[in-house]
């Protein structure tokens, strides 16, 4: 059935639409939302290495986290894509309270995250080591399901491991392991176990 071309605009305006409204950032009121910091433990034996693809994933230690998500990144063509095709720049403490968030400029491209403020709404220490860039590999299809469907706002919960991913012909991408470092190489890299987002209001 040949349909005129104004309905299929129609139906693809609707589309975009439909999916904006669905990626839409949630709001919230004062207050902080998450109190508490990441939990990451060391290994108390070496882990079996784990796999994404043709990729070797060794965990580096054990990491939980529940925070406010700041803005979601997606990726498809970088050298990551495959193994980590989501990045959440994630915050606790006061870095989850809409008093301070809306006083700063957040965005996120090319793996980093990126805020900026005219003065700042606390210390910026705080801000540092309240907030990070998030790399995650989904362990199974279900998880990555669960990540592709975060929102800014939405509040998650997830538990895995910081980890090192070596590659063919020498890649290499390691984690972090403290929250207090910032520039390249200041990112979690997470190999997601469990993943849930909270009840939306």
Request: with cysteine; charged share 20%.
């Amino acid at each position: 059935m040949n349909l005129p071309r104004w309905v299929w605009l129609l139906a693809l305006l609707l589309a975009l639409a439909w999916c904006q409204h669905a990626q839409r950032p949630l709001t919230h009121p004062p207050g902080v939302l998450v109190a508490d910091a990441p939990l990451q433990q060391a290994l108390d034996a070496p882990v079996a290495s784990l796999h994404k693809g043709d990729a070797t994933i060794t965990p580096l230690a054990r990491f939980s986290l529940s925070a406010r998500v700041l803005s979601r990144a997606d990726y498809h063509w970088d050298a990551g894509a495959n193994i980590a095709p989501v990045d959440l720049a994630v915050g606790w403490g006061r870095m989850s309270d809409s008093a301070i968030l809306d006083k700063m400029k957040l965005s996120q491209s090319g793996r980093f995250f990126h805020w900026q403020v005219q003065e700042f709404p606390i210390p910026e220490r705080e801000i540092i080591e309240s907030a990070a860039n998030m790399h995650l590999i989904p362990a199974n299809a279900i998880i990555a399901r669960e990540i592709k469907r975060t929102r800014a706002g939405d509040v998650v919960s997830l538990d895995g491991y910081l980890v090192q991913v070596d590659g063919p012909g020498g890649y290499k991408w390691v984690s972090s392991l403290t929250r207090s470092d910032t520039g390249a190489g200041a990112c979690e890299l997470v190999w997601v176990e469990h993943f849930d987002i909270a009840p939306r209001r």
